[in-house]
Antibody, heavy 121, light 107 residues
Framework: QLQLHESGPGLVKPSETLSLTCSVS??????????WGWIRQTPGKGLEWIGT???????YYNPSLKSRVTISLDTSKSQFSLRLSSVTAADTAVYYC?????????????WGQGTLVAVSS | DIQLTQSPSSLSASVGDRVTITCQAS??????IIWYQQKPGKAPKLLIY???TLETGVPSRFSGGGSGTDFTLTISSLQPEDIATYFC?????????FGGGTKVEVK
């Protein structure tokens, strides 16, 4: 049974870099059928896709966040990571990692439980 | 970029009612729509892909329809466990976009 679990600091200071890791168990991050992504949720903006990485290392980012986002994948550890630089209060959100099906609409069929990250001094 | 507009933003219905949620795309997207259900404090759950295909394990009272720019999610007989917020999602060039959500409550 595939499981994803986010980990990282729950509080980040403004202008610093948010770093989160998603650990995947019960499945392979080397599969050619899936992508691995980060999605965040705020009360005001709803669900917002941050970016996606494929097993090959190819990345796809939300244009509105692209200049600040880096997603990386470590298949040997079955982990993928998110770095979001120069954060502001607007980046306060629940951050989810997810497996994204690489066909049929690219839906996210498995999600982590989500981790709340607050940006505050 | 393609935008998704959901309506209504919230609705209140009785148990047993038929409930329909709409999702309108700003451009033609064939049938590339996903529907999710999200309960409070939980991650979204994938319900429907390719506009009308139920994910394994999803009750048959859920159905999806539409193509092009207009899509619907229908609950044929609302159950208490269906109280949640529902989101649509599409992808364009592997960039995902979500609708604003529809909160379904019981009268």
């Amino acid at each position: 049974q595939l499981q994803l679990h986010e980990s990282g600091p729950g509080l980040v200071k403004p202008s610093e870099t948010l770093s989160l890791t998603c650990s995947v168990s019960g499945g392979s991050t080397s599969s050619t059928s899936y992508y691995w992504g980060w999605i965040r949720q705020t009360p005001g903006k709803g669900l917002e896709w941050i970016g996606t990485i494929y097993y090959s290392g190819n990345t796809y980012y939300n244009p509105s966040l692209k200049s600040r986002v880096t997603i990386s994948l470590d298949t040997s550890k079955s982990q993928f990571s998110l770095r979001l630089s120069s954060v502001t209060a607007a980046d306060t959100a629940v951050y989810y990692c997810a497996r994204i099906i690489g066909y049929s609409g690219y839906g996210a069929d498995h999600w982590g439980q989500g981790t709340l990250v607050a940006v505050s001094s | 970029d393609i935008q998704l507009t959901q309506s209504p933003s919230s609705l209140s219905a009785s148990v047993g009612d038929r409930v329909t949620i709409t999702c309108q795309a700003s451009q033609h997207i064939s049938n590339d729509i996903i529907w999710y259900q999200q309960k409070p404090g939980k991650a979204p759950k994938l319900l429907i892909y390719d506009a009308s295909t139920l994910e394994t394990g999803v009750p048959s009272r859920f159905s999806g329809g539409g193509s092009g720019t207009d899509f619907t999610l229908t609950i044929s007989s609302l159950q208490p466990e269906d109280i949640a917020t529902y989101f649509c999602q599409q992808y364009e060039d592997l960039r995902l976009t979500f609708g604003g959500g529809t909160k379904v409550e019981v009268k």
